[in-house]
């Protein structure tokens, strides 16, 4: 599971990637159905899927002879957990800091 | 100049590594580069406000002198996850400082992305403090 962490922050730098991503985040859908509105060729949407999936950003669900892809709701966790924490260490690190500043002689 | 080379080379890597950082936040501080750098870079000072029990390790993974240095840090919750802390000093007058903090996900078990292990051999300047 601690293997995918970086995976995740690769997979959403591509802005295409990531448009996926936010079309599935409204609900899941099928690659072809991905496709719908978007400029690009089926091969290079199966090869987006898989990092999406490698990422554990996104699972596949086989229905008979469909696939279906949504957002996968442990990946997502993690990552939102680990950037949340750190978005609000600092200003509470950068406080001390401007405290211990004032204190400082020059 | 031979002494030179590797911290253009470490600066060049620096930037390039930190462009994808995951988390940018930039501070003005009411205090001048020269102390900012001093908090920041004497262990003493430092301990204050980021303390080692944050840290993977207490010394700087790289350090540009007054102008950047980087920090190995270790989330304290499972899965313990390592990233790296860069912070940029920029003077915006003789007594205001512009601090850019960008941090990224760096964890030694993660195969991609983390060509910091392959910089940790480089060789760390040290500080003149």
New interface residues.
Partial sequence: ???V???I??AL?DPTRRAIFEKLADGRMNASSLRNGMDISQPAMSQHLAVLCQAKLVRQERQGRFVNYEVDPDGLALIAG??A???AY??A??D??????KD?D? | MSDQTPDVELATSVQEEMETADIVQKYELEAPPEKVWRAIAIPTFRERWLPDHDLAQAEPVAVIPNEEILFRLRDDAPPFLESVVQFQLQPISSDRTLLTIRQRLADGRLASRDTWAANSNEPVMMLAA
């Fill in positions: 599971m601690v293997m962490e970086n995976d922050f690769k730098a680990w950037l924490k750190y978005r600092w200003p690190r950068i001390a800091l401007k405290t211990l500043l400082m020059q």
